[in-house]
């Protein structure tokens, strides 16, 4: 097809917008509320043009292309609209510093970055430099406003985890509200109100929290002002690197930007699609990378226990430390604790260091223990997993998956099947964003496991099982997971399960059938001289171990550890992993380790070395990689015949709730998440039973009240925290601490009001 | 403690305190400060004294909410209590018959500017007041002004009151005016002061500005606040806070103001859900 803009004969698809038709052939009509990813919705009357033979001035981004069509997209007379356009919306938008003639000398000067408060203007705006408005009144050219100037003076929203809203500043151009239902298909988001005070949320004055959002930041990604403000980078200016890497934080490995200035990761956007896309992160990968790897708790340099006290030493005395409490010690005198967060080449060294210098077999993880004794089941059946999967069946069933902050990638896939007509169940205690489109949902654990799944896909002929880590810790998770293993032995079914850890395969593939062996057997074995910890032991008590090093991005838990060496954190190194679907994903390096901190491998190649090793003397990951043999991958996991605990009994009347526990398996190198990111724990907090809203309603509770959980003769209290995810009758705990225990998983409590 | 008597948001980021402090009320002059801290264990953080009731014994404080402690400062409410209010500090702003005098005020020093430009009128003096801000909605205490000068200018960025543009605008106002000036005092962010002691250079006359260097103890003990005037080392909380500002060394002034802004960071950026930043 081809029509004329500006007097250039252009050609354009069928189908396309006159706006789109411009920008493919280099014309940049000025647009707010137009994003490639969005349905066009005409809504700011920025990109309007003249098209001889239609009357007035239509909208670019809302008229259709047309064969032959004569388009002007500057003349006098379009120009004065637009000018007159932008300051309508201007004369409501903090605009003076974008007609100040001081406003270059001020932003060069500026002194102090203006960390709170409201933004009254682009010097103390989140959005400075990075601002689709300013660019377009840039374009456009203003020099005043003629419109009086109305300030909305509506209270900024600081309530809601992870970022800000002022809505003084939005220019109600609906990005967010269309990105939040038609790419994320969540629907939080709505235009409230009416008139001057018009702002965008959720209906009926709920907290963005109860009503159902994930926290995915793609409103913020899309939105062309300040309005909506990330905390965590709110004040840390425009990035002045950005990396293309690997989310850190599960086995998906999304592909993700990550920000940096001045040698310091600022945050994490989703991957450039040139359009700063909205993208598909969950909140993991969106907005807790910065928090994390900032964290307060992080190693700057290594420390060693003296008598009296902790002394920071430089990295060579750390060597020369770790290699004299390391020598004389060998086989099973010497242990090993891995992470799955850590990269193939870190795994690699470390486990030839065990084994080769160490004479020992004894690793183990206790991020990996804690995942329960069906661990190896599930790992054997993700051995299968195909993302292709999802969308080549005609049935997909969804077990112990909770896409409300995880996974999100899948689960936009999976919603996007349901609503083209495929048929999805769920099965699980939590009502996700993807529960609005499931044919069918069913309350986890099921009894008679396998004749209820089969009965799930009877009529199905391509089923596909999505088995999330919450398949893993009700008491028949076993059975279960050997009843969807049958299913895919038989070529019944297919099966995806969604690692929780960004290596657990590289981790597998190395510990093979020793993966599940107690860590904490090792960490109760007084017989062992030396533990060597990659990852952040669970707090209590220290290790029975003679000595203890501790080798992590994070300081460890008070008093555990003997010499304590600062590794790399994420971004700070460049490593492997394997993803999910068993394909190596690169994580490349950001910014410069913190401090004295190394890559894990040059940390433990240093070590080998000061022992006497000479063949350990690798010149990057890339020699490691080449070292690595190709089988490093997959090995078979332990089989499961005849494994099955008794299903879960139906709740007695007198104990109305149903108690599903899980650990806070969302961690990184042993820490948890909730406690590294304090916007995580408001979403997943640990040691808090979560209720529905209805529920706690009923029993007179509100958050942060406690309450007494009673089964049979066992007893503990809790916090409460009311989450609209909870289905009546339904309670989670997340808990790490196994003395939290109750006779089964999921338990029938009865609750009360302390 | 030290209760607050009245505590309410003025414009977007800027709050006014009525703190009772009754022997600072008691003997505080133009130009001084006193040192605070939101909480117990908190930073302690200077603010000049916007006014006082030497009967009632109230001190009035107006801030603007940038950090951590201007933000808990923010949240507190009538009938809450400081823990520490500490002064009078620094020297009072000097008070004579100077003739014409020129005050120019923005963002918080809009409130300090009214004892002064009181005290200069009741000295005699000509007074001139211009106050500036980016937009009409930012502005506040022209009521409080009118009555202790001659002449009130304002000055808006986007001009949606008096004036437009900035600093900068203020010579030809005043020479449209007639008004010359045997003193300028300029109260307000640093931009502002530093952009006045270049504007009004010419003149030859006095500018002085009241500096907000970081501050730690305000009594001269930890050296924090140094900054080089007529090539000699200062202590703003002792030496001032007042100087002329044709003679302060405004880059190394502004170095040491940004010193720390990655460790004022922290507090913010490993928040996640809290209000209080
Ligand atoms: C003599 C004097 C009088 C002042 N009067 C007022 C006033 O009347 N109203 C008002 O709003 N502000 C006034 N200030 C500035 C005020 O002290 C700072 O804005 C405040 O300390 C910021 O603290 P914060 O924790 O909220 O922000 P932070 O995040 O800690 O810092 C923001 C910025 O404020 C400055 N600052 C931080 N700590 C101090 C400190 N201890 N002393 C001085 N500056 C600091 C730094 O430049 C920093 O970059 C005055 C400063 C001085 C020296
Ligand atoms: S949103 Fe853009 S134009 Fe508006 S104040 Fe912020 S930087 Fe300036
Ligand atoms: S918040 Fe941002 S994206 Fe949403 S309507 Fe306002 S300006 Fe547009
Ligand atoms: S971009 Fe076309 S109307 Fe907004
Ligand atoms: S504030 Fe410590 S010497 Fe001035």
Redesign the interface.
């Known amino acids: 097809m081809k029509l004329v803009i500006d007097n250039r004969t252009v050609e354009a698809p069928e189908g396309t917008t006159i706006l789109d038709a411009a920008r493919h052939s280099g014309v940049a009509i000025p647009s707010l509320c137009s994003h490639p990813e969005l349905t066009p919705y005409g809504g700011c009357r920025l990109c309007i043009v003249e098209v001889e033979g239609m009357r007035g001035f239509p909208t670019a981004c809302t008229t259709r292309a047309e064969e032959g069509m004569t388009v002007r997209t500057v003349t006098a007379e379009i120009r004065q609209l637009r000018r007159e356009v932008l300051q309508l919306i201007l004369s409501e938008h903090?605009?003076?510093?974008l007609?100040?003639?001081?406003a270059e000398?001020?932003a060069s000067?500026?002194?102090?970055?203006?960390?709170?408060?409201?933004t009254?203007?682009c010097r103390t705006c989140t959005n400075d430099g990075r601002c689709d408005l300013q660019e377009v009144v840039e374009s456009v050219g203003l020099e005043?406003?003629a419109y009086?100037?109305y300030?909305r003076?509506i209270p900024v929203e600081?309530?809601d985890?992870?970022y800000d809203r002022d809505y003084?500043l939005c220019i109600l151009c609906g990005r967010c509200v269309r990105i939040c239902q038609e790419v994320r298909m969540n629907g939080t988001l709505a235009f409230k109100q009416r008139g001057r005070r018009t702002t965008i949320g959720p209906a009926f004055d709920r907290s963005h929290l109860e009503a159902g959002c994930e926290f995915c930041g793609a409103c913020l990604s899309v939105c062309p002002t300040g309005t909506l403000g990330e905390?965590?980078?709110?004040?840390?200016g425009a990035p002045d690197a950005t990396t293309a890497s690997a989310c850190p934080f599960c086995g998906l490995a999304c592909d993700l930007q990550i920000l940096a200035r001045k040698d310091t990761i600022i945050g994490t956007l989703p991957p450039d699609t040139g359009t700063c896309s909205g993208g598909t992160l969950c909140v993991k990968g969106r907005f807790c990378v910065?928090?994390a790897a900032?964290?307060?708790d992080r190693l700057a340099g290594p420390a060693a226990r003296v008598e009296g006290g902790v002394l920071g030493v430089p990295m060579e005395e750390a060597i020369q430390r770790a290699a004299g409490l390391l020598k004389g010690v060998e086989g099973g005198a010497f242990a090993m604790l891995l992470s799955p967060d850590l990269s193939l080449e870190d795994l690699w060294v470390a486990g030839r260091f065990a084994r080769e210098v160490m004479k020992s077999d004894r690793l183990a993880s206790t991020a990996v223990e804690a995942l329960g004794p069906a661990v190896g089941p599930f790992l054997e059946v993700a051995a299968g997993n195909r993302l292709a999967d999802i969308g080549e069946s005609d049935c997909i069933v969804a077990v112990g998956a909770d896409f409300s902050y995880g996974f999100s990638p899948i689960a936009l896939r999976i919603m996007a099947e349901a609503r083209s007509g495929r048929r999805y169940i769920r099965v699980g205690a939590i009502e996700d964003p993807t529960a609005k489109l499931a044919r069918e949902s069913h309350p986890h654990p099921l009894a008679q496991e396998s004749a209820f799944l089969e009965h799930l896909i009877a009529s199905a002929h391509r089923p596909l099982f999505v088995l999330g880590p919450d398949v893993l810790f009700p008491d028949n998770a076993e059975a279960v997971l050997a009843a969807v293993r049958n299913f895919t032995r038989s070529g019944r079914a297919k099966a995806l399960a969604l690692l929780p850890h960004h290596n657990l395969f590289g981790l597998a593939a190395l510990l093979g059938d020793t993966l599940e062996r107690g860590a904490s057997a090792l960490l109760n074995d007084g017989a062992i001289r030396v533990l060597y910890c990659l990852e952040n032991l669970p707090g209590g008590p220290r290790p029975a171990a003679v000595s203890v090093i501790h080798q992590s991005p994070f300081r460890p838990p008070a008093s555990s550890a003997d010499l304590v060496l600062p590794a790399a954190g994420m971004g700070e190194a460049p490593g492997t992993v394997l993803t999910l679907d068993g394909q190596p994903a690169v994580v490349r390096q950001a910014v410069g380790p913190r401090g004295t901190a190394l890559p894990d491998w040059k940390i433990l190649s240093a070590i080998a070395t000061a022992m006497g090793r000479t063949d350990f003397n690798y010149a990057d990951a890339g020699e490691i990689r080449r070292e690595m043999p190709p089988s490093f991958a997959l090995k078979p996991l332990r089989s499961l015949e005849g494994q099955t605990r008794g299903p879960a009994a139906a709740p007695p009347a007198n104990q109305p709730f149903l108690l599903h526990r899980r650990p806070p398996y969302e961690s990184f190198r042993g820490v948890a998440l909730n406690a590294l990111?304090?916007?995580?724990?408001?979403l997943l907090p640990s040691g808090h039973i979560a209720i529905n809203p209805g529920d706690a309603a009923r029993l007179g509770t509100t958050d942060g009240d406690i309450v007494r959980v009673e089964a049979g003769g066992a007893a503990a209290e809790f916090p409460v925290k009311p989450s609209p995810r909870l289905t009546p009758g339904t309670l989670v705990l997340i808990h790490a601490d196994p003395s939290a225990r109750f006779p089964s998983n999921p338990c029938a409590v009865n609750l009360r009001r302390r | 403690m030290f209760a607050i008597v009245e505590s309410q948001p003025l414009v977007p980021n800027l709050y006014r305190m009525v703190v009772e402090a009754p022997p600072v009320a008691a003997q505080v002059k133009p130009g001084q400060f006193v040192i605070v801290q939101a909480v117990e264990f908190g930073e302690r953080i200077p603010l000049s004294v916007a006014d006082w009731d030497a009967e009632a014994g109230t001190l009035t404080l107006i801030f603007m909410e940038v950090g951590k402690t201007t933000s808990a400062l923010a949240a507190k409410k009538r009938g809450d209590a400081l823990p520490t209010v500490v002064g009078p500090l620094g020297n009072p702003t000097v008070i004579e018959p100077f003739g014409s005098v020129v005050c120019v005020a923005g963002c918080y020093g809009i409130g300090s500017i009214l004892p002064v430009a009181r005290a200069l009128k009741a000295a005699g003096n000509r007074v001139t007041v211009a106050i500036e801000g980016r937009s009409a909605y930012l502005l506040y205490g022209r009521e409080a002004l009118r009555g202790h000068c001659d002449t009130l200018i304002e000055i808006t960025r986007d001009g949606s009151r008096g004036f437009k543009g900035h600093i900068g605008r203020l010579p030809e106002i005043l020479r449209e005016k007639g008004v010359t000036a045997d003193r300028f005092i300029v109260n307000g962010c640093t931009f502002l002061m530093r952009r006045a002691s270049q504007v009004f250079e010419p003149a030859g006359v006095p500018v002085i500005v009241s500096l907000n260097p970081i501050m730690i103890d305000g009594t001269g003990m930890c050296g924090v606040c140094r900054l080089t005037y007529d090539g000699k080392m200062k202590f703003a909380c002792v030496d001032g806070p007042d100087f002329d500002g044709r003679l302060v060394d405004w880059e190394e002034f502004l170095k040491r103001r940004k010193q720390y802004v990655d460790e004022e960071l922290i507090p913010v950026h490993h928040t996640g859900h809290t209000r209080c930043y």
């Open positions: 903090p605009a003076s510093c007609m100040c003639e001081e000398a001020c000067f500026q002194t102090t970055i203006r960390k709170a408060g409201v009254t203007g005043e406003i009086p100037i300030y003076n600081k309530d985890p992870f003084n905390k965590g980078r709110k004040w840390a910065p928090e900032n964290h307060p990111v304090p916007g995580f724990a408001d």
